[in-house]
């Protein structure tokens, strides 16, 4: 499908040829993508006037306007390297960091120059043979959700839809959002890019990259496994790491992706670890030699560089990636995963999986008493208490007749998410608290629950919230049947169970491992005839 916005170009969305020739070279070869906009740029040695004056200096972004033959000649060299895949100059081209330059009214305007700048020098360099390729960089802005607070989800996604929309008309071919440190941010930007795609009635090709420090883990706390778990709903074109550190430093997560993610795999680390003077020290020779051993194990399909990467980084990468197999797509494993800034897996080996339902203004007086009173950090205590004594999963429902719920998921939230690495199973019925709640979620979350008891009124409200944040759902063995609405008979909670499913993956797309069936057995020991 192409559609034609205005004067701004064509959307390159899904059916376009330029898409499925995407899709056919990473099929038979490894991608190369370009390596550092910024290392290239400082070999200009800019001067506040050439960013626009001293108000503007080190905007990068603003460079598409004012020093336009820059970027053309970047993307050239890289393209000249080898690269199948370049990248715009746009990694903080979002209104929020813009507005840090007075530049936020401007955002739009300098994307589609961005989008407009890297389409030109690739189609010049394309052949039939060797089509090139763009992608939009979304960088993971100046804020961040979790770490500071200085940004709300929506605001942020927000900002990112306004980037996107200028990127696509610019004419990039896939979104990329990269260098993510807060998982937060890339699931805000991840909803905004689908967003775009209902306003435009196309689909857009995604690639994720997250980033690793040295010591394991992003800045915001997620292990590689739990960031894979948390973005595997946004139907990805790649998931990857970029940036933090060197490809040594990537080894062991590079190769959890490539056995865990259902999609592409990229890498594009940095030339190595800064020394005390900022410069890196990974020459092109070594930097390729120690991606050589990524692509020879099949762990890559695209690869690049970050910072510090010239274009004879990337033409070293790409003679070494050169014939060389790309990495082999696993089949979705429906593996049970569910996150929070670690990972918890519903198997086998693990059962049974605990979830602590004491921060429950139904079932616990003190935690009610609590939240009556405000004491957020006292109310978080208890699920911070119950993981340390063993609970997998932490149940949280704020939902009572004596207060307003949507009230008190900020400041609970806001208290209880820093404290706990587990995943959480948020217990609510109203669609509006659920979708507050997620946005307070890293992981992979769980709704606690739904049921057929209206009919598929429930399914029809909450299934897309719960698809647009990628949570899991408990369903509840319940019908609309009034003579025997909660199923008491196996073969009834079966009957029941096999509906619930079917409905759930056929018509609202539930991934099958995302739905987890409660029997309701509880009610068992109540001592009741039934």
């Known amino acids: ?22 899709n056919d070279a990473l099929a038979t070869r490894i991608l190369i993508m370009d390596g550092a906009m910024g290392t290239m740029l400082q070999e200009h040695n800019p001067t506040p006037a050439d960013f626009g004056g001293e108000a503007l200096e080190n905007c990068n972004e603003n460079l598409c306007r004012t020093r336009p033959e820059w970027i053309l000649d970047i993307h050239r060299a890289y393209l000249d390297a080898g690269a199948d895949l370049i990248a715009t100059n746009s990694f903080q081209g979002s209104p929020i960091v813009l507005a840090e330059f007075k530049l936020e009214d401007h955002a739009h305007e300098l994307n589609v120059l961005a ?9 010049e360099f394309s052949t039939t043979a060797k089509p090139r390729f763009v992608a939009g960089a979304m960088g993971p802005t100046t804020k961040s959700i979790t770490l500071r607070g200085d940004v709300t989800f929506h605001q942020l996604s927000d900002s990112y839809y306004v980037q996107a929309r200028g990127l696509i008309e610019g004419g990039v071919d896939v979104l990329l959002l990269e260098t993510g ?51 595997s709903h946004g139907d990805l074109l790649s998931i990857g790491l970029n940036c933090a550190t060197g490809p040594d430093l990537m080894t062991d997560h590079i190769r959890t992706l490539a056995h865990m993610a259902s ?21 092109p020779d070594s930097l390729a030699g120690q991606l050589e051993k990524f692509a020879a194990q099949g762990w890559l399909n695209i690869v690049g560089g970050c910072c510090g990467t010239t274009a004879a980084h990337i033409r070293a990468i790409a003679q070494m990636a050169a014939g060389k197999a790309p990495h082999v797509v696993n089949p979705p494993s429906h593996r049970a995963y569910y996150a929070g800034i670690e990972l918890v897996e519903a198997d086998e080996n693990s059962r049974p999986l605990i979830v602590g339902e004491r921060t429950n203004v139904i079932g616990s007086r003190l ?23 063993g609970a997998h ?18 400041p609970f939230y806001g208290m ?13 019925t109203d669609p509006k608290a659920l979708e507050r709640a997620l946005t307070w979620c890293q992981g992979k979350s769980i709704l606690n629950s739904i049921n057929l008891e209206d009919g598929e009124e429930k399914f029809k409200l909450v299934c897309p919230i719960v698809r647009e944040f990628g949570a ?21 909670k079966l009957e029941v169970a096999k509906r619930s499913v079917g409905l759930l993956t056929a018509k609202y797309g539930m991934p099958p491992e995302d739905i987890i069936i409660d029997p309701l057995v509880f009610p068992c020991a109540t001592g009741d005839d039934n």
């Open 1 to 22: 499908m192409t559609n034609t916005v205005g004067q701004a170009g064509s959307l390159r969305g899904t059916g376009s040829p330029a898409l499925e020739e995407l």
């Open 115 to 123: 989008g407009k700048l890297a389409r030109q020098a690739a189609d």
């Open 181 to 231: 440190f807060d998982t937060r941010n890339i699931k805000a930007g991840l909803f905004a890019i689908r967003k775009l795609e209902r306003d435009l009635g196309i689909q857009i090709p995604k690639m994720v990259s997250g980033t690793i420090e040295r010591w394991g883990a992003m800045l915001a706390g997620q292990s590689v496994d739990a960031f894979c778990a948390s973005v």
């Open 263 to 283: 999609t592409r795999i990229s890498c594009y680390p940095n030339a190595g670890l800064p020394n005390e003077d900022n410069q890196y020290l990974e020459t």
């Open 367 to 389: 935690f009610k008493d609590l939240i009556a009173a405000g004491k957020w950090d006292e109310a978080s205590e208890i699920a911070r208490r119950q993981v340390k004594n």
């Open 393 to 410: 999963i932490i149940d949280v429902c704020l939902q009572s007749s004596d207060r307003e719920e949507l009230a008190d998921i900020d």
């Open 416 to 428: 209880l998410m820093p404290k706990i690495k587990a995943p959480v199973m948020i217990d609510t």
């Open 472 to 492: 899991a759902v408990v369903v509840g063995t319940i019908d609309e049947d009034r003579t025997r609405a909660q199923a008491f008979t196996r073969e009834r």
